[in-house]
């Protein structure tokens, strides 16, 4: 099955969706999901599925073993490295487009594309916010690299997923009465 988001690598990447899927939404807009350890790929599938919009869930190759990829989800296995996923959607994500993901300098560069990044428990990077997020990232990982020892974060709750539910919506919402940036550049070649 060929498809053009395995484009510009082939081999470095496999899709599994089914033959004839639309490949972007009508707005132009895509959800891309960094999937690997992801607790809410079920939420960000229907509510998209609710809206038109299509979601692209991108793993490592040891990750999501589901088959049947519904309707307008579009699974992608990357070879196994160090940011391999993290690459494959920075090279596609294009801007007004919506990342799922708890990385942050995944988020900021997403981010820096024009794209905005939620994260799993509902709270959205933005241009306002990524710059801090960023830096308080980037001080715990030197405090631990000095040997600094923190609490993980807490277990996933159900009070988690309410929260992220509801602002995708309101987001997927705000994507719905917003022409995309992507879709407004086309048109104006």
């Given at each position: 099955?060929?498809?053009?988001?395995?484009?510009?690598?082939p081999g470095a990447a496999r899709t599994e969706a089914r033959e004839?899927?639309?490949?972007?939404?009508?707005?132009g807009r895509r959800i891309w999901v960094d999937a690997d350890a992801c607790p809410v790929k079920d939420e960000v599938e229907r509510l998209a599925a609710r809206r038109g919009l299509e979601v692209v869930h991108v793993c490592a190759l040891s990750g999501m073993d589901r088959r049947d990829a519904p309707a307008g989800v579009q699974i992608v296995?990357?070879?196994?490295?160090p940011d391999a996923a993290d690459e494959w959607i920075l090279e596609r994500c294009r801007p007004g487009d919506l990342l799922i993901t708890l990385d942050v300098p995944l988020a900021a560069a997403a981010v820096a594309r024009g794209a905005l990044a939620l994260d799993f428990r509902g709270r959205v990077f933005d241009e306002a916010n990524v710059g801090h997020r960023r830096a308080v990232r980037d001080l715990l990982m030197r405090l631990r690299d000095q040997g600094a020892r923190f609490r993980g974060p807490r277990?996933?709750?159900r009070r988690d997923r309410q929260t992220f539910?509801?602002?995708?919506a309101r987001l997927l919402d705000?994507?719905?009465?917003?022409?995309?940036?992507?879709?407004?550049?086309?048109?104006?070649?």
């Open positions: 099955m060929s498809n053009p988001l395995d484009g510009e690598t004839g899927e639309p490949l972007a939404s009508a707005s296995r990357v070879a196994h490295g277990s996933f709750s539910t509801a602002a995708l705000r994507f719905a009465a917003e022409p995309s940036p992507a879709a407004a550049l086309e048109k104006d070649l």
